[in-house]
C-alpha cells in the first residue's frame, strides 16, 4: 500500500514576511499588505477577510486559497479583545483617554 504524504499549507497569521514572498504569483506588494493588515488587526480570520484586503487582487486570493490555511492561536484572542476593550474605553471617554 503507497504512503500518502499530506503537504501541510503555509499558515497566513503565523508565517513570517520571508516564507509568505516564497508562494509562486503572490506580488511583494500583496505579501506587504498581508503583513501590514497583521500588525494593524491582530490576526485573519476567514478567506472573507482576506478578500477585503484591497492591494490583493482576486487571481492573488486565489492563489492564497490554495496555499495557505488560516487559524487563530488561544494566544492571540485576549490581544484582540483587550484592543476592543481600549477602543470601547476610549469611544466613551470622549477621546480623552482611558486613566
Same mark, same amino acid.
Given at each position: 500500500m503507497a504512503? *500518502? @504524504?499530506?503537504?501541510?499549507k503555509m499558515d497566513v497569521n503565523t508565517a513570517p514576511r520571508e516564507e509568505l514572498e516564497? /508562494?509562486? +504569483?503572490l506580488s511583494w506588494e500583496a505579501v506587504d499588505a498581508i503583513v501590514r493588515? *497583521?500588525? *494593524?488587526?491582530a490576526w485573519i480570520r476567514s478567506m472573507e477577510e482576506l478578500m *477585503? /484586503?484591497?492591494?490583493l487582487s482576486a487571481?492573488? @486570493?486565489m492563489i492564497l486559497r490554495d496555499t495557505v490555511q488560516i487559524s487563530v492561536s488561544d494566544e492571540e484572542e485576549p490581544r484582540r479583545l483587550e484592543k476592543r476593550e481600549w477602543r470601547r474605553g476610549y469611544q466613551q471617554?470622549? +477621546?480623552r483617554g482611558m486613566g
Open positions: 504512503e *500518502r @504524504v499530506l503537504e501541510e516564497t /508562494i509562486e +504569483g493588515y *497583521r500588525e *494593524r488587526h *477585503r /484586503i484591497p492591494q487571481d492573488e @486570493v471617554s470622549g +477621546g
